[in-house]
């Protein structure tokens, strides 16, 4: 058993190296993910993990009409087949998401299996404002589905921090220990906000409609709660093992144990996101979010804009702050540019998220594929083949 809240030696950092470029095993994830994908699945990783009730991502007779002749699963929906953590090594060292790079490809399905690879490809030292020294394990996850196609791909960083009692672990975010307390006037508004959310649907948005300096439609999330992010996590087909099954996996991977100070019992480390005090030994200033979650808000975002006939094909985001529970969040973005590449024609997207505070604690870019009047562009999605 390792010390509970270890430095980052040089040891680490070695035995971390000797694994880039090596496909590793997931079994941090149950069998399970790479079972067949059915509507259920997909339905709750739309509506549970992530607050979206678009029916092309839940209702059967809705996506027979669409021109995928199908419900199909949210760009983001390769999250629950593997979780995107890439972090090999630094037993003990703290990981917390530090943003992704994905390139989607095709849509997945009601039946479709996709099994995931993964590996690390680079690791850099860093240093910023609110931990001293950290590393950046930089990976890459390829999803493939049963027809040996590549679906999407991902390019995600684990950023591994030392907890508190390291003496080397997160500072600076007592500010936001403030508590705001909203009025019925502003829940109310929000309220309105959440009725009134735009989204395109069967309607078809032109590539020739659009112009660099447009402004997606906004959605708001939040105020963030503890049931939120519980319901992230039973949106997901694999989740943290309970009970039994956790002391087994802690004896097949016993590094990857947190023990509460106070009440000494073992609990995985991502705790954080439901228990404060495990949060504060990481060096947050109180339960926060899942780093994945604010992803799917931008994915929410962009769907919502491009509509049925839309393709999301990439999204990079990076999450600057903590989101924490009582927050309230604003997903925005801004056309930034236009061009047919290849036969597709093709919109860029800068999004952000800004809080109640007003602080930027979220940003992305995105990029999407739309229908264009002309004929000659390509009608589908690009497929690439497995290598």
């Not at 029916?55 to 949210?74: C, E, R």
């Not at 990439?314 to 973005?333: E, F, I």
Request: charge should be neutral; hydrophobic fraction near 35%.
């Amino acid at each position: 058993m390792v010390e509970h809240s270890p430095e980052i030696n040089e040891e680490m950092i070695e035995k971390a190296r000797k694994l880039i470029g090596v496909w590793l095993r997931r079994d941090v994830h149950w069998p399970a993910t790479y079972e067949q994908i059915s509507l259920h699945d997909i339905r709750r990783w739309a509506v549970y993990s992530m607050g979206d009730d678009n029916p092309l991502f839940s209702d059967v007779d809705y996506g027979k009409k669409t021109i995928w002749g199908s419900v199909i699963a949210p760009p983001t929906f390769p999250y629950t087949i593997d979780s995107t953590i890439v972090g090999p090594g630094f037993p003990g060292v703290q990981w917390i998401h530090g943003g992704d790079n994905w390139e989607f490809y095709d849509v997945i399905k009601p039946g479709d299996t996709i099994v995931a690879r993964a590996r690390l490809i680079d690791l850099i030292e860093k240093k910023g404002r609110h931990v001293p020294r950290f590393f950046d394990q930089k990976g890459e996850v390829i999803y493939v589905n049963q027809h040996n196609h590549i679906v999407a791909r991902n390019y995600p960083e684990t950023l591994r921090v030392p907890r508190s009692r390291s003496g080397g672990g997160m500072r600076g975010y007592d500010a936001k220990k403030e508590i705001h307390k909203y009025s019925r006037e502003e829940i109310s508004e929000i309220d309105r906000e959440y009725l009134n959310e735009f989204r395109r649907g069967s309607s078809t948005l032109y590539w020739e409609e659009i112009n660099v300096g447009d402004q997606l439609p906004s959605i708001i999330k939040g105020p963030l709660t503890i049931v939120d992010i519980v319901g992230f996590y039973a949106g997901r087909r694999s989740v943290y093992n309970v009970l039994k099954i956790a002391f087994e996996e802690r004896r097949r991977h016993p590094d990857n144990v947190y023990y509460s100070p106070t009440r000494g019992y073992p609990v995985h480390p991502a705790a954080g996101h439901m228990d404060p005090e495990i949060a504060s030994e990481i060096g947050m200033p109180g339960i926060y979010d899942q780093g994945w979650m604010r992803v799917n808000w931008f994915s929410h975002c962009l769907t919502n804009w491009v509509g049925d006939n839309g393709f999301v094909t990439k999204l990079s985001a990076k999450n600057y702050s903590p989101n924490l529970v009582g927050d309230l969040s604003h997903v925005s973005g801004t056309v930034t540019g236009k061009t047919v590449t290849k036969g597709d024609a093709l919109v860029s997207i800068d999004l952000k998220i800004i809080n109640q505070r007003g602080e930027e604690i979220s940003h992305a870019t995105a990029e999407v594929k739309l229908p264009s009047k002309d004929t000659s562009t390509n009608p589908w999605p690009a497929i690439a083949r497995w290598e």
